[in-house]
């Protein structure tokens, strides 16, 4: 029997129309727009001057301190604003303006194949650092952070996220297949970092073309097990993945090392791998561009700072119908608020979601079925926690662990009654941090 996690979640229809489109390249835009607010930390800091020339992967914002991490520019232009624009977020927030002096198409310079790993487990951990390499699962808090452990936690084992269980999104199945060998030297450059000898990739059953890739790839190698898991959301979580995959509990408001256990998704791993193996920055990431009424979806290597509308051209312009524009899956993506949003290290995925789709009943009382506690993955009462955010007792919600949530919307998505309930959680979330 396949496995997965014991606690909570559902099985939300798959929509998956891109799992077998391979990665094209997104045209390089004429301006890019790079937030220096990209990651989870602080914000990075401003280094370069306007009009100042740039080239493809010079670092234009530096780390602005330890838990934060460095921009590099994704393009060859020259800095034409210092500015305030809307992100994903839907705040403005301070971005550098490049202008690209590209003048055409060109597709993304793929790296050879480099096999052996010459840099030690200090210098792999300063290359990523520098490299500017954030959790491109969609957490995006800087990798050297989660690297940089103390040995007291007495890591055994480093997971390997290739479950991409949000529905639509095929950014990390594309990369699994296009770059499996890649993704497999980036585990051994971990497991050198780390000082480990075990890593297992876990992926989920319904990427069979991807099992069976990375199962024919590691079949000699002692270090790396690959894991067909069942299909459920959110296995992609860092704690459904551990406790699916090594049965382990990670303590609530608690980090995976402390049960010794490194978790990196695919997509990280991958830009590990070029950063250490070929000193490039991260400057570009996978992004699916998908709906039903999409007339050509697909999945893209998209350069940092790139509106959202040339992801929209590139894939047959916007459906009359379309409601929403998500940034992320159905589950767990943010509405955007216009097109001219950048893409972000965060971003691997927009979904353009139709009239019929977007349709939600109205809002109606709680008949206390209790099915949102059964499908909540992290133990929560989540009829409980809205009723107590709409009377405004955050501190009771506290006490409820309202910050536990990881936002997952299994909740909202089960209701029979169409109650907001992650709404109202994540409003919750703010009025705690604020208190
Ligand atoms: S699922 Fe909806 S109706 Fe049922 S208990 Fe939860 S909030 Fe109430
Ligand atoms: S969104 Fe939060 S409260 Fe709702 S099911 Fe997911 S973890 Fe539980």
Not at 62 to 72: A, E, K, L
Request: charge should be positive; charged fraction near 20%; hydrophobic fraction near 40%.
């Amino acid at each position: 029997m396949l496995k997965t996690f014991k606690q909570g979640g559902i099985h939300p229809p798959e929509n998956k129309l891109t799992c077998t489109k391979p990665i094209r390249s997104l045209p390089v835009p004429q301006t890019v727009y790079v937030p220096i607010a990209q990651h989870i930390g602080i914000p990075s800091e401003i280094v370069v001057e306007l009009k100042q020339k740039v080239e493809v992967g010079q670092m234009i914002a530096q780390s602005g301190g330890y838990v934060s991490s460095s921009i590099h520019s994704p393009v060859a232009g020259t800095v034409t604003k210092l500015d305030k624009i809307i992100d994903s977020s839907g705040y403005k927030k301070q971005c550098i303006v490049i202008r690209s002096d590209a003048a055409e198409i060109t597709d993304r310079a793929e790296l050879p194949l480099k096999m052996e790993i010459e840099m030690d487990a200090e210098a792999i951990l300063n290359q990523i650092n520098s490299c500017g390499i954030v959790g491109l699962g969609g957490a995006t808090f800087p990798s050297f952070v989660k690297l940089h452990v103390d040995p007291k936690s007495k890591i055994d084992t480093l997971l390997i996220n290739g479950v991409e269980c949000e529905p639509y999104l095929t950014a990390d199945h594309s990369l699994m297949l296009a770059k499996a060998q890649e993704i497999k030297v980036g585990i051994h450059i971990l497991l050198k970092a780390l000082h480990i000898q075990k890593a297992i990739i876990g992926i989920e059953a319904n990427k069979q073309d991807a099992i069976q890739k990375f199962a024919e790839i590691c079949k000699n190698d002692t270090h790396i097990q690959v894991a067909a898991l069942q299909v459920k959301y959110p296995q992609g979580g860092e704690k459904q993945l551990i406790k699916a995959l090594l049965n382990r509990e990670v303590p609530k408001g608690g980090l995976p090392h402390q049960v010794g256990v490194i978790v990196h998704n695919v997509g990280t791993i991958f830009a590990i791998y070029e950063a250490v193996q070929h000193g490039k920055p991260l400057t570009d990431r996978v992004v699916t561009v998908t709906g039903k009424k999409v007339k050509d979806p697909g999945n893209f290597w998209v350069k940092i700072g790139t509106p959202i509308k040339d992801l929209i051209d590139a894939v047959g312009g916007m459906p009359e119908d379309t409601r929403k524009i998500l940034n992320g899956g159905p589950m767990m993506g943010k509405a955007l608020k216009n097109l001219d949003v950048p893409v972000t290290k965060g971003t691997s995925g927009i979904v353009l979601i139709s009239n019929v789709e977007a349709e939600r009943g109205p809002a109606m009382s709680c008949i206390k079925c209790a099915r949102c506690i059964s499908v909540c993955p992290m133990g929560l009462e989540p009829y409980l926690l809205m009723d107590l955010v709409e009377k405004n007792r955050p501190q009771i919600a506290l006490e409820n662990d309202v910050t536990t949530c990881i936002e997952c919307g299994s909740c909202s998505y089960i209701c029979p009654s169409h109650r907001p309930l992650l709404d109202y959680i994540r409003y919750g979330k703010d009025l705690v941090r604020k208190n």
